[in-house]
């Protein structure tokens, strides 16, 4: 009879263990962000009240991590402009933090005439690649 049980229990981690994997792509990055603010918390790093604003707010993830690429930053937190602009993609779009980030910084790019690829749009500029008779 115990064995019964064994097997039982085998084939439901087994199985179990299959479905995680399958959909890892759903679950794992809210455990991932939540995995990260809590061993924040708990390692006795204290983020600034405004960087703790932000990571609350969403603004975090694998690729921008606040709490670990700004541990020893002077700033009181994200710009606010910027911050309150993701937000606002973020909402209007229903996509993720790391999304509205690009969408954003894209839009920048834009305003300040500057391509995709970070080279300047003005036919003008002089850049390292035009020095070396390179076209992009």
């Given at each position: 009879?115990?064995?019964?049980?064994?097997?039982?229990?085998?084939?439901?981690?087994?199985?179990?263990?299959?479905?995680?994997?399958?959909?890892?792509?759903?679950?794992?990055?809210?455990?991932?962000?939540?995995?990260?603010?809590?061993?924040?918390?708990?390692s006795?790093?204290?983020?600034?009240?405004?960087?703790?604003?932000?990571i609350?707010?969403?603004?975090?993830?694998e690729?921008?991590?606040?709490?670990?690429?700004?541990?020893?930053?002077?700033?009181?937190?994200?710009?606010?402009e910027?911050?309150?602009?993701?937000?606002?993609?973020?909402?209007?779009?229903?996509?993720?933090?790391?999304?509205?980030?690009?969408?954003?910084?894209?839009?920048?790019?834009?305003?300040?005439?500057?391509?995709?690829?970070?080279?300047?749009l003005?036919?003008?500029?002089?850049?390292?690649?035009?020095?070396?008779?390179?076209?992009?």
């Amino acid at each position: 009879m115990a064995k019964h049980h064994i097997a039982g229990v085998a084939i439901f981690v087994l199985i179990a263990g299959v479905v995680l994997f399958v959909l890892r792509g759903r679950w794992f990055p809210q455990v991932s962000d939540w995995w990260s603010r809590r061993s924040v918390r708990l390692s006795g790093y204290s983020t600034l009240s405004s960087f703790r604003r932000d990571i609350e707010a969403g603004l975090n993830s694998e690729h921008f991590n606040i709490a670990h690429d700004n541990a020893n930053d002077s700033r009181k937190g994200l710009d606010e402009e910027g911050r309150e602009a993701i937000l606002r993609i973020m909402k209007a779009q229903n996509i993720s933090f790391d999304e509205a980030r690009l969408q954003y910084t894209k839009s920048k790019f834009s305003d300040n005439q500057i391509g995709e690829d970070g080279m300047p749009l003005d036919p003008k500029a002089i850049t390292f690649s035009k020095l070396r008779g390179e076209t992009s």
